[in-house]
């Protein structure tokens, strides 16, 4: 763990550097490609032995998910990392920890699907991530990594996130930002809070602190009188309009005088924004707009631009599953078009390029 300022490593890596020293309680995993390193890189590291975290390899992920639940529901930081369909286990959980507001980090370095699919990178979960997997009413912040170093910066704003709202955080991410290795600044190493820091900042956790002189916390997501039952979902579905309301974020390049705009997220973002350079170098005034948070969807920077922008074009690794959204945010007020690969095939800028010159007409 005595790295230098910088260091040369995978996005997997990183991320289980980060988690380290971001003052990580837990991990709970289990492998599957692409993120196998996550678990391998925190059993090399040992933390264990230097800071008191807990790593264990849970025997599937419908564990990982419960282990999760227990471990947030005390106030501790937690998190895991899975692929597509270990992710896709994990739902049931997950919807459960959102209703019973508990706080962790789960990490998705997405491979192609549908089904166990193919282990070359996909950006195919996006809904599953922004619209919610389980069942009921219920969101979960979700932010996109574009680089090996906000694989790293990520764990750290996600649990801030996780417990300012008691909300699981997904880190969507993909096989290529996982796999690929580039320079990396780690955060500098925090203290693992104490039982005590703990208690003062989460009074709702059920840790048996300080129970002589209050009664138990109990975090279940199970209630039988449907008056209550409504009562807890406009409580929550107001707490996820607060994050609509004040956590979008989002970056844009070459936005402030382009007329064609590329959205994309993620790995593709990356291309995109050379696909820009391109277009520009041919004296066409495009520009790229990139969510960070994919929910809450950053909509109030999109529209922004709209009054110089003449058409939109959304590229991903899937289908089209982000177009949606994009048309939602500027009330479909722009021509918006889709660009995608599947099955783990990634595109390179000059496809980009040419899907844009082909809507551009």
Not at 150 to 167: G, H, I, P, T, W
Not at 324 to 333: K, P, T
């Amino acid at each position: 763990m005595n790295l230098q300022k910088y260091a040369l490593m995978k996005g997997n890596e990183a991320l289980a550097h980060a988690a380290v020293r971001c003052g990580c309680d837990g991990y709970f995993g289990y492998p599957i490609t692409p993120q196998s390193e996550v678990l391998e890189t925190l059993s090399l590291l040992k933390p264990w032995e230097t800071t008191g975290m807990v790593v264990l390899q849970g025997e599937s992920e419908v564990a990982v998910v419960n282990m999760l639940y227990g471990g947030g529901g005390t106030g501790k930081r937690v998190m895991t990392s899975s692929s597509s369909p270990g992710i896709a286990l994990m739902q049931e959980g997950i919807s459960y920890m959102a209703a019973a507001e508990i706080p962790c980090l789960i990490v998705n370095v997405q491979r192609g699907g549908p089904g166990l699919g193919t282990i070359q990178p996909s950006q195919g979960d996006y809904r599953q991530a922004t619209v919610g997997g389980g069942n009921g009413d219920y969101h979960i912040l979700v932010l996109a990594p574009d680089s090996v170093q906000e694989m790293a910066d990520f764990v750290d704003l996600s649990f801030q996130l996780a417990f300012k709202y008691r909300n699981p955080v997904i880190m969507l991410s993909d096989g290529v930002i996982g796999q690929m290795m580039e320079k990396v600044c780690l955060p500098p190493q925090k203290p693992r809070r104490t039982e005590e820091q703990i208690w003062e900042e989460c009074s709702w956790a059920v840790n048996g602190h300080n129970l002589s002189r209050r009664k138990p916390n109990i975090l279940t997501s199970l209630e039988m009188d449907p008056h209550v039952m409504e009562d807890r979902n406009i409580a929550l579905q107001q707490k996820y309009e607060r994050m609509r309301q004040t956590e979008q974020r989002s970056e844009s390049i070459s936005c402030e005088d382009a007329e064609y705009l590329f959205v994309a997220f993620g790995s593709v973002a990356r291309i995109a924004e050379e696909a820009v350079g391109k277009l520009r170098q041919q004296g066409i005034k495009a520009g790229l707009f990139r969510p960070v948070t994919l929910w809450p969807f950053p909509e109030d920077k999109l529209r922004s631009y709209l009054p110089r922008v003449k058409k939109i074009l959304v590229c991903e690794l899937n289908s089209g599953q982000m177009i949606s959204d994009v048309r939602l945010a500027i009330d479909c007020s722009r021509p918006v078009e889709h660009f995608g690969r599947m099955g783990g095939v990634v595109p390179d800028s000059g496809e980009l390029v040419d899907a844009m010159l082909h809507i551009i007409g």
